[in-house]
């Protein structure tokens, strides 16, 4: 079992700079594929970037370049480090770990991107 909690959301205008973080709970977390996920209104929920347990990243072609994913398996923790923000990347970002014996999401965090 796994429970994820963000944190790190808010507003920020376009060109600045956000970091939101996943807090895990529950053992094995080092052996999970971790991701971030993000949902805009009337949008289906897309994948954002993801990391394995071996440290390997994929991230989406819309934010290549401008996000970073890293996680931390000593601290149970997951980052997400947003630069040059667009309004576009406003959402709810999710934290999600794909286990071997199950997949867990957070309940989310507010992402605004607005002048």
């Known amino acids: 079992q796994v429970q994820l909690v963000e944190s790190g959301g808010g507003l920020v205008q376009p060109g600045g700079s956000l970091r939101v973080s996943c807090a895990a709970s529950?053992?094995?977390?080092?052996?999970?594929?971790m991701g971030w996920y993000r949902q805009a209104p009337g949008k289906q929920r897309e994948l954002v970037a993801a990391?394995?347990?071996?440290?390997?990243?994929n991230l989406a072609d819309s934010v290549k370049g401008r996000f970073t994913i890293s996680r931390n398996n000593a601290e149970n923790t997951l980052n997400l480090q947003m630069d040059s923000l667009k309004p576009e990347d406003t959402a709810v970002y999710y934290c999600?770990?794909?286990?071997?014996?199950?997949?867990?999401w957070g309940q989310g965090t507010q992402v605004t991107v607005s002048s």
């Open positions: 990391i394995t347990s071996i440290g390997s990243t």
């Open positions: 529950g053992s094995n977390f080092r052996l999970c594929t």
């Open positions: 999600n770990a794909a286990c071997r014996y199950g997949t867990y």
